[in-house]
């Protein structure tokens, strides 16, 4: 189930325990489109340790070639949960129990984003934390829409990571990797594509958070057995100017 309150909904998802696919949240609308949560309950590359959590474009078929959304967004691991998880603004006001956010272009190309370890899954499991409350889990999200673009004439440049390289990269690394099914062949290639249009940034355009998260993301992916050292490259790069710059 799903409430939603303006531009924040919460999604309760029962049974988690005995969750292991990919599932998603009942689509909300925001904005002139609708939106959805998606969970990897056993973690995106199935390894058990922690839950994967991102927040997607439920409508992508239903856009116009060329659409774009600038969105700052909110995820949380609320720890209260209710069959009627309402009013969703006290939820907030009280303090989140795990809360992570990001400030994305969401396009044709990259139509979800999230966070691959978004909360360890011994963390959820342990009694004393309260997460799970008769197996239920609730997620809360809140999206801003700040811009949106509906057609793009033509394709935009594109900037320090060349587009053709990056894909081809992506495209060997995966291949590489032995997926247990293809499904999560598409769920790598996705990080991979978002964490290769998050390093094209700038380095003003960047905050410390954000190469933070992305040094995780590929911390992660190269234990998983992912080879990703040309990206891991390019994130070294780019804090190495973001240091300069700010010095």
């Not at 696919?21 to 058990?48: A, H, M, T």
């Not at 603004?89 to 303090?95: A, N, R, V």
């Not at 320090?160 to 032995?178: A, G, M, T, W």
């Not at 999560?184 to 960047?206: G, H, M």
Request: include cysteine; proline fraction near 5%; glycine fraction near 4%.
């Amino acid at each position: 189930m799903a409430k939603q309150v303006g531009n924040k909904f919460a999604w309760v998802i029962k049974d988690f325990s005995s969750l292991r696919e990919k599932c998603y949240s009942p689509p909300v609308q925001i904005g002139d489109c609708k939106w959805r949560l998606s969970i990897y309950p056993k973690g995106l590359f199935n390894k058990e340790q922690d839950l994967s959590l991102f927040l997607e474009v439920a409508d992508v078929k239903s856009l116009p070639f060329g659409w774009k959304r600038l969105v700052k967004f909110r995820l949380t691991i609320a720890k209260e949960v209710s069959e009627v998880p309402s009013p969703l603004l006290s939820l907030f006001e009280q303090g989140p129990s795990v809360l992570k956010k990001s400030h994305r272009w969401f396009d044709q190309n990259n139509s979800e984003w999230g966070f691959p370890y978004m909360i360890p899954l011994a963390k959820i499991h342990d009694k004393n934390e309260g997460f799970l409350v008769n197996d239920q889990l609730m997620i809360v999200a809140e999206v801003d829409v700040l811009q949106v673009v509906v057609t793009s004439e033509k394709p935009e440049e594109t900037n320090p990571l060349n587009q053709v390289e990056s894909v081809s990269s992506i495209q060997d690394c995966v291949v590489e990797f032995r997926a247990r099914n293809q499904h999560l062949k598409t769920a790598c290639t996705n990080v991979l594509l978002s964490l290769t249009q998050t390093l094209c940034q700038t380095p003003q355009e960047l905050s410390v958070d954000d190469l933070v998260e992305a040094g995780k993301t590929l911390a992660y992916m190269k234990d998983s057995g992912l080879e990703v050292e040309w990206l891991v490259k390019k994130l070294n790069e780019v804090k190495a100017k973001k240091q300069e710059q700010s010095g």
